[in-house]
């Protein structure tokens, strides 16, 4: 039972260290939101519709600064 309520704290601290990443400014999104319209527009989506792949693409970018990730692109 101790090694499970251990387990839980240790998860629970990691969950909270990832949580720590900051908030894009929305500047920087929409940058990134730009930069990933030209990769969409020269190498293609990969099959995926538009929106989707703008998404997946700007939280990989977001991801490797360190930010958080975000749910919805701004217009």
Not at 7 to 31: N, Q, R, S, W, Y
Not at 34 to 39: A, G, V
Not at 50 to 75: D, H
Request: proline share 5%; with cysteine; hydrophobic share 45%.
């Amino acid at each position: 039972m101790k090694r499970l309520i251990g387990a839980m704290i240790i998860g629970l601290a990691f969950t909270a260290i990832a949580d720590d990443k900051p908030v894009a400014d929305l500047e920087l999104i929409l940058d990134l939101k730009q930069f990933c319209e030209d990769i969409a527009e020269s190498e293609g989506t990969d099959g995926k519709p538009l929106p989707e792949f703008l998404l997946a693409c700007v939280n990989e970018e977001l991801e490797l600064e360190g930010f958080q990730a975000i749910t919805k692109l701004p217009e």
